[in-house]
């Protein structure tokens, strides 16, 4: 897993939306299930996934002092969330909790778009520092994506599993 970071320096470029593609807010009491599942389908082909009953991710994800519905992104294709950025300020910068697009979405360019758009959210809330995790072998291509958009390895962290018989 990869620590990945910014300084935004200036303003970040517009964000170049697929055709059809509209960005908004999160609006919790609305949007929490469909965002919850929509996440869920995001990373079922991450390494170790891990589900958890949407009562529960809204408690850790919609609640607390650090949730701020501004800095979540949704990019909606209609009624249908396409992708999302979760953000919130953490750690004493910005930080991308979860960046994912939808398979029909994929390879659009929808995944650049929301990181620019999540951006734009903490460059004007004043944050300058950005950053976010990633599994380093994922399988859609995040780390060369972020790389794409100016971040660089803070740290790196591996981790081993020995399956025992």
């Not at 299930?33 to 995001?42: F, I, R, T």
């Not at 170790?48 to 009562?55: A, N, T």
Request: aromatic share 10%; with cysteine; hydrophobic share 45%.
């Amino acid at each position: 897993f990869l620590r990945m970071a910014t300084t935004l320096e200036q303003a970040p470029p517009p964000a170049a939306l697929p055709e059809g593609i509209v960005a908004r807010a999160l609006d919790p009491s609305r949007d929490g299930p469909a965002v919850h599942a929509a996440l869920e389908e995001c990373f079922a082909d991450h390494w170790d996934p891990v589900f958890v009953p949407y009562e529960r991710w809204r408690v850790s994800h919609l609640e607390g002092e650090s949730f701020d519905p501004e800095l979540w992104v949704l990019a909606m294709n209609g009624d249908e969330i396409a992708g999302l950025a979760a953000c919130r300020v953490r750690y004493g910068r910005g930080f991308v909790d979860e960046l994912g697009v939808r398979r029909p979405w994929r390879r659009l360019g929808l995944g650049l778009a929301l990181l620019h758009l999540a951006f734009a959210a903490f460059w004007r809330r004043g944050e300058r520092s950005v950053a976010l995790s990633v599994d380093s072998d994922n399988l859609t291509g995040a780390t060369r994506l972020y790389e794409r958009a100016g971040m660089e390895v803070e740290f790196e962290v591996g981790i081993y599993r020995k399956e025992l018989a």
